[in-house]
């Protein structure tokens, strides 16, 4: 499955159009990250393990995505756009969401 940001892959026609395919993806924050990311926010610096936390739920909502194209019968899917979303009473949880048009290219 080809996945790209931009509206068209360039030297490949897209011969049909499958329509719009999302990848949702909820993850919860847990206690030690967040406890982790305090000392990094007060000393400063990156915050590994929500880092880590971001990248995988991103990539299991591209994945969603890509299950979901396949099923409509595309090879391939444009126009990719990717959110974030904190959620939850104490914002302990992450909404990443995933979405583009599937198509069918040659």
Do not use: C, H
């Not at 159009?17 to 305090?38: N, P, Q, R, T, W």
């Amino acid at each position: 499955m080809l996945v790209t940001t931009t509206p068209n892959v360039e030297g490949r026609k897209i011969v049909e159009y499958k329509g719009i395919v999302f990848g949702e993806v909820i993850s919860g924050v847990d206690f030690i990250k967040d406890l982790a990311a305090g000392f990094v926010n007060f000393f400063g610096g990156r915050s590994g393990s929500y880092e880590g936390e971001l990248i995988e739920a991103r990539e299991a909502a591209i994945k969603e995505m890509e299950k979901r194209a396949a099923s409509l019968g595309a090879n391939a899917i444009i126009g990719v756009d990717i959110d974030y979303e904190v959620l939850g009473q104490n914002g302990n949880m992450l909404m990443v969401t995933a979405s583009g048009t599937a198509v069918r290219i040659e």
